[in-house]
């Protein structure tokens, strides 16, 4: 279907960048113009990354909660049901830690997996392509 | 979600104080205030304040922070002209903070590093409806004009004033840790004992209740941070008055290099002064340059900027208590940045729903630098 969803940030963004931004005189009010234009920078930049990700995600945690294999054999058809599915099974990890933690118990090794790849992910999200920062200026 | 295990420790009286009140204001509607609607109210007040007749004009909202409603403005007293800053509490902040100790610590610290001046405060928003504090507006710039940065982290400042720069960064971290805090008004503050983790247990206790109000989804790496932390909580050896959030980006310099101003004090409280050096060398905060080596804050290379601290401030930096605060500033800035803007940036009460939902999409490196100070990462990077 189309407009892809980055055709529509794309001109939002040029928009925003081109015709609103110059032509306003209030300091705070071209700060938060500019903001806006790095969230849909942001955006165009992660947007076909977001579905992969949580899909990654969702892989690792059912892996770390000992879930039945069947349980991702057909990926969720909604990026919005992968999310809730993950938001879920993030739930029960941190169930998990604070019960071990209780116990005197370390983080086990599947655990430490987990943080391990999840951070890369953190990264990647933060930084996805070569160039891009969020906190960075507007050119 | 499942609240975390209750700590031994509370949280200090003020702090309770303004979670409350945010509780509370979560209940109500947030409206934006035009600033043309507080000029009035805000001139009664400091009429009051100063017991004289005085006229606020040219108010309008400032740029820059991420946190309070700022507002410039001038006040003709006396026939005289003042620059001024009213901070005004939003519907919700990335830190939920009280204008009392922020006013008391301003007071405290002038004469032993470069503040602005306090002129008046309004813990409990009686005179603008919301808790607001009144100071001086000090001129200079928090990083150099070309290149700004939304967050103020990673600051590349000119290389040619990083000397002058960092002399002052210093002198200014010493004089603070130095202040005879015993013998300043600080009733809005809680004192922690030396010789017990009384400082690192309350610190502890704030961000994890702030985690456990905000949070809107569990982050694995928050919580086995907070279990690693109350696990390895230290004593504190010395009280100081600890600024909270002392980096580059929370001062304004002048084109030589000197700092005019320390700011953003409302993290500001009675701790471990390793807090605040374990804040000035986080990761987060330091600069690449184009030899490789890392500045922290921009300044200085880490060990330099140790050492140049204890030199000056005359006590050794215990490096175990140093690694607990590192680890404990990452856990603070991964539950601010990273737990508290998603709540606001979904609740929209805020002035900056832009920057929170853009914060914590930057958050998440701050969420992976947590896991590699727990070196729990294999060393990503």
Redesign the interface.
């Known amino acids: 279907m189309t407009p892809e969803p980055r055709d529509l940030l794309r001109g939002a963004r040029a928009t925003l960048a081109e015709v609103v931004l110059p032509a306003l005189s209030?300091?705070?009010?071209?700060?938060?113009a500019k903001?806006?234009v790095?969230?849909l920078v942001?955006l165009d930049a992660?947007i076909d990354d977001a579905y992969a990700l949580e899909w990654e995600e969702a892989r690792d945690l059912a892996a770390l909660l000992d879930e039945p294999a069947s349980t991702l054999a057909n990926a969720p058809a909604s990026y919005r049901a992968l999310r809730d599915a993950n938001?879920e099974r993030?739930?029960r990890?941190?169930?998990r830690?604070?019960a071990a933690?209780?116990a005197g118990a370390a983080?086990d090794a599947a655990?430490?997996?987990?943080?391990?790849r999840?951070?890369?992910r953190?990264?990647r999200?933060?930084?996805p392509k070569p160039g891009i920062d969020?906190?960075?200026?507007v050119a | 979600m499942t609240a975390p295990q209750p700590t031994r420790f509370g949280v200090e009286r003020t702090i309770d104080e303004c979670l409350r009140a945010r509780g509370e204001r979560r209940k109500r509607s947030y409206r934006l205030t035009p600033p043309a609607a507080l000029a009035a109210p805000l001139e009664a007040w400091l009429a009051d304040e100063l017991g004289e007749p005085v006229r606020v004009d040219a108010l309008e909202r400032a740029p820059g922070g991420a946190s309070k409603e700022n507002f410039f403005f001038s006040l003709e007293l006396r026939g005289e002209r003042r620059a001024l800053l009213l901070r005004l509490d939003p519907g919700e902040s990335i830190v939920e903070t009280h204008r009392l100790r922020e006013f008391q610590v301003l007071r405290a610290v002038e004469g032993a590093a470069p503040v602005p001046r306090v002129l008046a405060v309004d813990p409990d928003g009686k005179r603008l409806e919301r808790p607001s504090l009144v100071m001086e507006r000090v001129s200079g710039r928090p990083q150099p004009l070309a290149g700004s940065r939304t967050s103020g982290v990673g600051i590349a400042f000119e290389p040619e004033l990083r000397a002058t720069l960092a002399d002052d960064f210093l002198a200014a971290l010493v004089g603070i840790h130095a202040v005879d805090w015993g013998a300043r008004e600080l009733s809005a503050f809680d004192v922690p004992r030396a010789g017990t983790r009384e400082a690192a247990g309350w610190g502890l206790a704030w961000w994890e209740r702030v985690y456990a109000e905000d949070a809107v989804e569990e982050q694995p790496v928050i919580v086995l941070a907070a279990e690693w932390l109350r696990a390895h909580l230290p004593s504190a050896e010395r009280i100081a008055i600890v600024h909270g959030d002392y980096r580059s980006g929370n001062f304004l310099y002048d084109d030589s290099g000197r700092i005019r101003a320390i700011l953003d004090w409302e993290l500001a409280h009675l701790g471990d002064p390793h807090e605040d050096l374990g804040w000035v060398t986080n990761e987060l905060f330091a600069v690449r340059e184009t030899s490789g080596d890392r500045l922290a804050c921009g300044l200085l290379g880490r060990e330099e900027m140790l050492a140049r601290y204890e030199r000056a401030a005359g006590w050794r930096i215990d490096r175990e208590r140093l690694r607990f605060y590192e680890i404990f500033n990452n856990y603070k800035l991964a539950v601010c940045a990273h737990t508290t803007t998603l709540r606001i940036a979904r609740g929209q009460a805020t002035h900056l729903a832009a920057s929170m939902a853009l914060i914590h999409a930057f958050a998440h490196r701050y969420v992976a630098e947590l896991a590699r100070a727990l070196e729990l990462d294999g060393g990503s990077a």
């Open positions: 209030d300091p705070f009010a071209i700060e938060q903001t806006v790095r969230v942001h992660v938001v993030k739930r990890v941190a169930e830690i604070r933690s209780a983080p655990l430490a997996d987990y943080v391990r999840q951070s890369q953190d990264r999200w933060t930084s969020p906190a960075g200026g």
